[in-house]
């Protein structure tokens, strides 16, 4: 569903990613982690679409991409915008409401790749209505439909961010911390509904499954519910794989630069910092 050849990432003079080599299947889930400014929004962002991947960038720009990125076996360029927001969907790290909107108006947005234009413009059908209305259920927001997002709490704000995304339907879902401003009930839920997701399909029945991308900042969250991981370290380097081999102690306290241990109960793991004498 999604790969990437060599991709490598520049801020200024900095790398960020060198050389990605990224497989991602349906039916997987994979947490994106690294410590602050190691490039995790920007490669969401490139992966998505948002900006060129070009075999010889132009270095005067602030962010550059060079390599190749594939999303269903084509490269990003030759897709169209329309079809494209068919295949993979987008939920960034931050919104900002700049006017009022209910809920459901919000997460009807995601829909927009299917509306038929008519001679009057674009109508969401009945069927788009559902499935907003389901995506917000999905959420526990089925009760906020008719609420202006600008009433509601960051954490509110971000599961009606979360519903849009899912109501968008796409086989490839990409997620920039959909867990922020998330209490812990609602971060398990809502890494719950993704791996569900990632293994069930999603609403336009896509097959095998769909294939999630999230970044966290929760090592242990991302452990538990995550198939596989990229742990970028902030210096160009990357490690990729089945998450329980990725996110290991010796290569967490070495991306992050502080000393990690991997502590077991029974069957729970988790990921505690050492003290430091």
Same mark, same amino acid.
């Given at each position: ?22 497989? /991602?299947? +349906? ?11 190691? =490039? ?8 998505a679409g948002l900006r060129p991947v070009e075999e010889n960038p132009a270095r005067d720009a602030a962010i550059t991409a060079s390599g190749r990125v594939m999303i269903g076996g084509k490269r990003l360029a030759q897709w169209r915008a329309a079809p494209l927001a068919r295949v993979r969907a987008l939920m960034p790290q931050q919104t900002r409401d700049a006017f009022g909107a209910t809920?459901?108006?919000? /997460?009807?947005?995601?829909?927009? +790749?299917?509306?038929? !234009? ?10 788009? /209505? ?14 906020? @439909? ?8 960051? =954490?509110?704000? !971000? ?8 109501? !968008? ?8 911390? +959909? ?20 293994? %069930?399909?999603?609403?336009? $029945?896509?097959?095998?499954? @769909? ?6 900042? $929760?090592?242990?969250? %991302? ?9 970028? $370290? ?18 967490? %306290? ?17 990921? /505690? +910092?050492?003290?430091?004498?």
């Open positions: 569903m999604l790969q990437t050849h060599a991709l490598t990432l520049h801020a200024d003079e900095r790398v960020l990613v060198d050389r990605l080599d990224l497989a /991602v299947a +349906p039916g997987e889930c994979w947490c994106l982690a690294g410590p602050n400014g190691a =490039g995790k929004t920007t490669l969401l962002g490139t992966l809920a459901l108006e919000v /997460v009807l947005a995601g829909r927009h +790749p299917y509306l038929a !234009q008519g001679r009057w413009g674009a109508w969401e059908a009945d069927d788009d /209505v559902a499935l907003a209305h389901a995506a917000l259920a999905k959420v526990g927001l089925e009760d906020f @439909a008719a609420r202006d997002v600008m009433t509601l709490s960051g =954490g509110e704000r !971000q599961r009606v961010s979360l519903a849009a995304a899912l109501a !968008q339907a796409t086989p490839l879902l990409l997620l920039d911390e +959909p867990l922020s401003h998330l209490d812990l009930h609602h971060q398990i839920d809502a890494l719950e509904l993704l791996a569900g997701h990632a293994g %069930s399909g999603c609403q336009r $029945d896509h097959g095998n499954g @769909a294939a999630v991308v999230f970044s966290c900042h $929760d090592l242990n969250l %991302s452990r538990r519910f995550a198939t596989h991981a990229l742990l970028l $370290d902030g210096r160009g380097g990357w490690r990729a794989g089945p998450v329980r081999e990725v996110l290991s102690a010796e290569h967490c %306290s070495e991306a992050f630069g502080y000393p990690l241990r991997l502590i077991r109960d029974g069957e729970n793991e988790a990921l /505690v +910092p050492v003290r430091r004498s």
